[in-house]
């Protein structure tokens, strides 16, 4: 599971108010800010997965491709899951094939393959050759969207593809495509035209030769609608050749289809069942038909209600390997027939709709079925009795990101398919686990924004009210019933204002407001959405399948209220509007970036921290089937707009924020990662890191952090961007200390019971103690990294060439529990280092490893005494030359103890590490001296004082009296020994 020891999680207070800053003109090299690293922290449940396949001589082994989240593997049936695709381009996957007679050659189709209106894309075709463990790109770029993958079980060189293509336009790279050689090249050998994709492929599993496939003519609209645009063009398709004609199967099946599933039965291939999404003037529901001879017949044999529904989104099929009557259909639950497919019977669902894509059964042992689902992956060995859990994946799709002012800090948004979630972002167990997030009380699609006066009550979707304490939710939405005055979309914007604090404002195609907590709501503008907007190119082709033949309007899908002035509020819409008030909604103006056509949706605005004229405008394009970025930038109240987007990549962008501490340093969102600007937007660069490449839909400045929601990744974090600041103030630095960001002393971990195991899913925490950046223009012979105490004294001292420690003798548990050894690197660079705001560990004859545990993150014990709150002072010496910098260290805020009991427990703690290691000194010579009673005495004392220590700093809290007196005594026995 992912597991990163990275970072700082620290707290500052945001500036309110400063001068627009003049913008750089240099560039930051990269290596300036290489050892950033981004931490994932949860929350640890499933999103949707499409992709899925298994081996049938490997009952253990599966992938499964989130549709945003990348390629994942489990070799123990779904116990564990393992990222095996992130250093690829994209994490938007929508099938997954491993070759039959070699499974070490995996195929991964991008694009998640579906037509809804909340769908990512890819950017081609990708091959393993080594069962995952390294992907080349074979292409089809243009493809966006890879449904489905065929290859033929004889022969891991001829593969088929289902090209589903643009879901917002017309391409022409659509179709089948089949590839003898591999995947070196492909040829295109099924198409209908340029709106006409390929969805699924299967092959005869006795003859190769046989191939079936379906093409579906769908288009999403800019406006948000509940199914695809369709067209006549979609069909069932049959060809007995290997893929060089095709027939269009047309006896028994509906005139005129949407998608369609086909499923062939391994033990008798001549039985063919077909899933059609049927579009009439009477009816848009599915039904599942049968065939015995080939597909030259079909016959209805079901078309129930509960299967019959979302035929255009969820279907698919497959037959026991052993019985051809014995068939599985997945729907918002998956279904089992074994009397070929009159009658259903659910095996796997909720109430709610878990919303299964794909079903995979083993052709060798039919009891062993996969499914992948909304909720992500889930595997059963006994025939469908029991399944593997999906609260080990974190794919995550989360919208947005806000976060809670305590301490730690959480994070809330809305989580696709499941609900909403609120992460801690730092565990008392020193990981963030399962026990360290819950729900939210909101709809999926939407924001939770928590109550700015009143800890514990949390605000989302549409609109909910969340009580942390009771864990009752409310409905307290200005739209109480449906109605054609008021418009709303999946995602609606929820935003407090930074003034009054009791105003909590809400978008539809009006700006909503209210300050009693949503007990009552009041309109404060008129429709902001355009009248009559055009509709677009793409679409033309779909009109006739328009019920409402273009007369479509939109909603308010931004708002940005002023951290600067009050009373003045931005609002963007998606159909391409932006306006402001000054006036707390009793006046709106229109300032709208001319450039921008009907349904370039407004993604995000953001409020400039320093300007009452600044703001920030991200633009998504997206669904007018143009994927470049638009980020547009005002100084002037929107009277001008600039078009900043120089560097970004060929992405839509979701959010743009201004980081709070300074004006010229500028995040963005895009639909593949992470971008900044060090000089207000002029140009960018990635920040990517170490982040898997996935739909990042939302970012926040918290504090000193960096928050993202992915969208099929869960949220992550990046602590302590201050050296972001410093380099957006100084881009071109040599030898350079960063100033270190407030640091709290918080125990790493507060756990006193056994630790989770490895096979646990969970996110990072920060690290325990001080950042400590440093940039070095070249390799250095000697770096060393001091922390002195306010008299100037030496508190803990680090070098390049410091020893590792030895290996523990004797160590009674795994060493994949200890954490690595570190000191400060001297190549060149910018490196992060960490300072446990400690003193240097006393010297101890039996060190070990503590009950409060974490994988390959246990420092070991004794540790250090811990320093008391205050200031220090960090200081860097490179071969000779130093520099320094203030660094304070501040106690953790939940903690209530005086300083002056602190003082006394590290008065206290100092003397007994003074016994340790006078003990452990005193052994050595003994030992020397062969004295073996002597030496023994001194061991046992120095177990004792450690064991001591422990006592004294196991919490933050004054020494008891027992444990004064404990040490007088050690110190006694030290001197009696010593007199022997």
């Known amino acids: 599971m992912q597991r990163r020891f990275i970072a700082a999680l620290v707290a500052a207070a945001l500036i309110s108010a400063a001068p627009p800053a003049r913008a750089q003109t240099s560039a930051v090299s990269p290596s300036l800010y290489q050892s950033l690293r981004w931490r994932f922290i949860g929350p640890l449940r499933g999103g949707r997965t499409v992709a899925l396949d298994g081996i049938a001589g490997e009952p253990n082994v599966f992938y499964i491709g989130a549709v945003n989240g990348g390629i994942w593997k489990t070799q123990d049936a779904g116990r564990t899951w393992t990222p095996i695709f992130d250093r690829e381009a994209t994490g938007s996957i929508g099938a ?55 290859v033929d079980p004889a022969n891991p060189n001829r593969l088929f593809v289902a090209v589903l293509g643009h879901p917002y336009g017309p391409n022409d790279e659509r179709g089948v495509y089949r590839s003898l050689d591999g995947g070196a090249t492909f040829r295109r050998v099924l198409f209908g035209n340029q709106n006409v994709g390929a969805f699924d492929v299967v092959l005869d599993p006795r003859d190769p030769r046989v191939v079936y496939a379906t093409l579906w003519a769908a288009r ?47 033990s008798n291939p001549q039985v063919v069942y077909a899933y059609t999404d049927v579009k009439s003037k009477d009816t848009e529901n599915g039904a599942l038909y049968r065939s015995a001879d080939g597909g030259a017949h079909f016959a209805l044999v079901n078309s129930a209600d509960e299967i019959a529904q979302r035929g255009d989104d969820l279907i698919s099929l497959a037959v026991d390997p052993t019985d051809p009557n014995v068939v599985y259909l997945t729907n918002t639950s998956t279904y089992r027939s074994t009397d070929g497919g009159k009658t259903m019977v659910a095996i796997k669902g909720a109430p709610g709709g878990d919303d299964y894509h794909t079903v995979w059964i083993n052709p060798r042992n039919p009891r062993i079925v996969a499914l992948a689902s909304d909720q992500g992956a889930t595997i059963s060995v006994d025939g469908g009795v029991t399944w593997s859990s999906w609260y080990n994946q974190p794919t995550a799709q989360m919208y947005h990101a806000n976060a809670t002012n305590g301490f730690p800090f959480w994070v809330c948004g809305g989580q696709q398919e499941s609900g909403s979630a609120c992460v801690a972002s730092r565990g008392n167990g020193g ?84 300050t009693n907590g949503g007990r009552s709501w009041q309109a404060i503008s008129p429709d902001l959405t355009r009248t009559h907007p055009a509709v677009p190119a793409i679409i033309e082709p779909f009109e006739g399948d328009d019920p409402q033949h273009g007369a479509h309007r939109g909603v308010v899908y931004a708002l940005a209220p002023s951290y600067v002035r009050a009373g003045t509020v931005w609002a963007g819409t998606d159909d391409g509007l932006v306006w402001i008030t000054r006036d707390s909604g009793r006046h709106w103006r229109n300032v709208t970036p001319p450039e921008l056509t009907p349904w370039s949706k407004v993604a995000q605005i953001d409020a400039s921290r320093f300007d009452d004229g600044t703001a920030f405008v991200a633009v998504n394009r997206f669904r007018l089937d143009d994927m470049r970025p638009y980020v547009y930038v005002t100084h002037d109240g929107g009277a001008t707009w600039r078009l900043a987007v120089a560097g970004l990549p060929d992405q839509p962008v979701n959010a743009v924020r201004q980081d709070p501490g300074e004006p010229n340093l500028l995040y963005a969102a895009t639909e593949n990662g992470v971008a900044v600007s060090f000089d207000g937007g002029a140009r960018w660069q990635s920040l990517q890191l170490d982040l898997p490449h996935t739909s990042v839909r939302d970012l926040i400045v918290h504090g000193e952090d960096v928050v993202v929601a992915t969208h099929g990744r869960g949220f992550w974090i990046l602590d302590d961007v201050e050296p972001l600041r410093e380099l957006a103030r100084l881009p071109r630095v040599e030898t350079h200390l960063f100033t270190p960001a407030l640091a709290y002393r918080v125990r790493r971990s507060t756990n006193t019971d056994t630790p989770l195991p490895p096979e646990e899913p969970m996110g990072t925490n920060p690290p325990d103690g001080a950042i400590l950046d440093y940039a070095l223009g070249a390799p250095a012979r000697h770096v060393v990294i001091s922390i002195l105490d306010g008299t100037g004294n030496v508190v803990r001292r680090y070098a390049s060439d410091d020893p590792p420690p030895p290996s523990i003798e004797h160590l009674d548990k795994p060493a994949y529990w200890e954490r690595p050894f570190a000191a400060p690197p001297a190549s060149a660079g910018m490196h992060r280092f960490v300072w446990d705001l400690r003193e240097a560990p006393p010297h101890s004859l039996q060190p070990d490893l503590p009950i409060s545990a974490v994988p390959h993150d246990t420092p070991r014990v004794p540790e250090g005494v811990l320093v008391v709150p205050g200031r220090y002072t960090v200081r860097l010496d490179v071969d000779a030359r130093a520099q320094e910098r203030p660094l304070t260290v501040a106690m953790d805020p939940r903690v209530a103890v005086s300083r002056g009991a602190l003082e006394q427990q590290y008065r206290l703690g100092s003397e007994i590490a003074a016994i340790m290691n006078r003990s452990y000194d005193a052994n050595a010579a003994a030992k020397r001296a062969r004295h073996a009673s002597a030496a023994g005495a001194f061991a046992s004392l120095n177990a004792d004082a450690q064991s001591l220590l422990d006592t004294v700093e196991g919490a933050d809290a004054p020494p008891t009296l027992q444990a004064a007196q404990a040490v007088r005594t050690l110190e006694g026995r030290l001197a009696a020994i010593q007199n022997r």
């Open 220 to 266: 999403q609209a800019p406006w948000e609608i509940g199914a695809s645009f369709e067209m006549s063009g979609s069909g069932v398709f049959k060809s007995t050749d290997g893929g060089t004609t095709w027939a269009q199967l047309r006896y028994g099946l509906p005139p005129q289809i949407g998608r369609a599933e086909v499923a062939v039965a391994r």
């Open 96 to 150: 997954i094939a491993v070759a039959p007679s070699d499974p070490r050659v995996v195929y991964a189709g991008s694009g998640e393959g579906l037509q809804r209106p909340d769908l990512s894309v890819g950017d081609g075709i990708y091959k393993s050759v080594d069962g995952g463990a390294t992907w080349t790109h074979l292409g089809l770029r243009g493809a966006r969207q890879i449904a489905s993958m065929a």
């Open 431 to 514: 990981e963030v686990t399962e026990r360290d997030w819950h729900t939210a009380g909101a709809q999926e699609y939407g924001y939770v924004v928590p109550d700015p006066l009143r800890r514990g009550i949390l605000f989302g979707g549409k609109v909910e009210k969340f009580d942390e304490v009771t864990g009752q939710v409310q409905e307290v939405s200005p739209i109480a019933l449906p109605t054609k005055r008021y418009r709303v979309v999946r995602t609606e914007p929820l935003a407090f204002d930074h003034f009054d604090k009791r105003r909590l404002y809400f978008g539809s195609n009006v700006v909503f407001t209210t």
